[in-house]
């Protein structure tokens, strides 16, 4: 289930998924979630547009109550973001608080620009479903200027560097989600999108 709430690159993450072999079913109806096998969040834009946008469109308690009842999510660029308490870009609006701590925004310094723009290297941490038996050094494309904390309560994904450590994959249970674009990752986006089909996905209807 791809959530269309007014502030994602829905088309991009739609035709990424199909790719990878997914049947995906785009909506704009909260009562969808009910029963999904899953839910891929996008995210493009401010943090509070964002946030006001998916709040508006009535997702927030039935995708929380979802991923409770254990429904698999993914989240995509700011929709990584989104499973935070908050974010620096936004102070005072409320996240989803799926995962405890706040995005911080990127340090300009000498040679690092702010945005992030460009491609990146994934260093894998624990057992992530979406990188296990991924083929390293992996590298994926990133636009963003905040980013998760390495110190944020999270066991396994992977790690890059920009001037600081931070998570560009996480998976925490239930909770999936990637900071950079699979969409324009090349063939690593691709496989972590497969990767979420065949270990995350496809294992509760064995």
Not at 22 to 40: C, E, F, M, S, Y
Not at 94 to 112: C, H, K, M, S, W
Not at 156 to 167: D, I, K, N
Request: proline content about 6%; glycine content about 12%; charged content about 15%.
């Amino acid at each position: 289930m791809l959530l269309d709430y007014g502030a994602g690159n829905i088309r991009s993450a739609e035709k990424a998924l199909v790719r990878a072999g997914l049947n995906v079913k785009v909506t704009d109806r909260p009562a969808d979630l009910d029963g999904a096998a899953g839910i891929v969040v996008p995210g493009q834009g401010h943090f509070r547009q964002v946030m006001e946008a998916f709040d508006a469109s009535g997702f927030r308690e039935p995708l929380l109550g979802a991923v409770a009842a254990g429904t698999p999510l993914l989240g995509i660029c700011v929709g990584m973001q989104m499973l935070l308490t908050g974010s620096d870009e936004a102070p005072g609006v409320a996240g989803l608080n799926l995962i405890e701590g706040t995005a911080r925004r990127f340090e300009v310094a000498p040679g690092q620009k702010v945005p992030q723009m460009g491609w990146n290297s994934l260093t894998p941490v624990g057992d992530s479903p979406l990188l296990r038996g991924l083929n390293t050094p992996a590298h994926a494309y990133f636009v963003h200027s905040y980013y998760l904390p390495r110190d944020i309560a999270v066991t396994s994904g992977a790690l890059s560097e920009y001037g600081v450590s931070f998570w560009s994959v996480i998976s925490q249970g239930n909770i999936h989600a990637t900071q950079f674009h699979p969409e324009k990752s090349g063939e690593v986006g691709l496989a972590l999108l497969s990767r979420f089909r065949r270990n995350v996905l496809e294992p509760n209807f064995t």
